[in-house]
């Protein structure tokens, strides 16, 4: 099982609405985010991503509904426990360890960041080091059961947007 999360795609400043829960991709951020979804699907070797699960702000939302088919998976499913202020999706992830599928998280900074290093955290190691500086838009990080220690975590790859031509 791996376990991929990732930041949503670069966002408007301001929404016409004003309500930062609307505020969508900018043009720039729909083709990163399709950039790291077909390197997402590369280093997957082609297999199809099972399950894909989206805060419903709309940069997320939107971020999911292009990452979505370019990996394979069905539609994105939209949870509330990955919205911005919902705090960090644990029961989630537990839930998702335990049915074994893999799995793309779409969320928001800072929970992203804090979801990643919570489950990286473990006694005796320090998630400090292994993420890049600042969890940068459309960032993904690729999480996988640590073997033989239930409920660890250890990180498999990153895919930095940054990093990708």
């Known amino acids: 099982m791996h376990l991929y999360v990732m930041r949503h795609g670069p966002a408007e400043e301001r929404a016409p609405s004003g309500r930062d829960a609307d505020r969508r991709l900018t043009p720039e951020g729909r083709e990163r985010v399709a950039r790291v979804s077909i390197e997402l699907h590369r280093v997957r070797g082609g297999a199809p991503l099972p399950l894909v699960f989206a805060s419903p702000l709309a940069r997320a939302?939107?971020?999911?509904?292009?990452?979505?088919p370019i990996c394979g998976a069905p539609e994105a499913e939209l949870r509330d426990e990955l919205a911005l202020d919902a705090g960090l999706p644990i029961a989630l992830v537990a839930a998702l360890a335990r049915g074994g599928a893999d799995a793309l998280l779409v969320g928001h900074q800072p929970n992203v960041e804090h979801l990643?290093?919570?489950?990286?955290?473990?006694?005796?190691?320090?998630?400090?080091g292994l993420?890049?500086?600042?969890?940068?838009?459309?960032?993904?990080v690729a999480l996988e059961p640590e073997p033989r220690a239930q409920g660890r975590w250890r990180m498999a790859q990153i895919l930095d947007p940054r990093a990708l031509s």
């Open 61 to 68: 939302r939107e971020t999911a509904e292009i990452a979505a």
């Open 131 to 140: 993420l890049p500086a600042g969890f940068c838009t459309a960032l993904v």
């Open 116 to 128: 990643v290093r919570a489950l990286l955290d473990t006694p005796g190691r320090s998630a400090t």
